[in-house]
């Protein structure tokens, strides 16, 4: 099966029944896992993004939050909430077949916030320099709602079974 061209088909039907130019499907084994088109106009749900959907349903169904060893097709190039979920997921790869510049010139989707051509510049900025006002209000409980998981997971940081980055090892002159 053609999985790119799956995934352009979800999405040309979901345009064509008044959704958005999105869609996403996840393969692991040669395989569908999971797809969906994008329901934000359909739902009404700003997170209902393609990726995020199929990322649930492909999740749910293996019963893990890891998607190692799937290949993600995307129609476009994530935006960042996706891209988040994404690196989140840990698939082995993300396969998108279009690029903001290639479609900006038939679709876009700035918002009050940010422009998604400048939301990286954004989003590196210290969380009190960004556009979209933000308060931080530190409390003790808070952080013990950390230190609780940690006891209950064995004094463990970590989610059992993540995956982990691995980095290669620096030589003698630090590269």
Not at 75 to 86: N, T, V
């Amino acid at each position: 099966m053609d999985f790119a061209q799956r995934t352009i088909d979800i999405a040309r039907q979901n345009v064509t029944e008044g959704g958005r130019p999105f869609a996403t499907v996840i393969v692991k084994d040669g395989e569908i896992l999971a797809e969906s088109p994008n329901l934000v106009a359909q739902t009404h749900d700003p997170t209902a993004h393609a990726e995020i959907l199929a990322i649930r349903k492909a999740c749910t169904k293996l019963g893990t939050e890891h998607l190692s060893g799937a290949t993600i097709y995307v129609l476009a190039q994530p935006c960042p909430m996706c891209l988040g979920s994404l690196y989140y997921c840990s698939p082995d790869e993300v396969v998108f077949l279009t690029t903001r510049d290639t479609y900006e010139p038939h679709y876009v989707d700035d918002r009050k916030y940010f422009e998604l051509n400048t939301f990286y510049d954004e989003f590196a900025k210290p969380w009190n320099e960004r556009r979209l006002p933000m308060r931080y209000e530190p409390r003790d409980a808070a952080v013990d709602v950390y230190r609780l998981w940690q006891d209950r997971n064995g004094g463990e940081r970590r989610v059992p079974g993540a995956p982990t980055a691995t980095r290669p090892a620096k030589n003698p002159r630090g590269e």
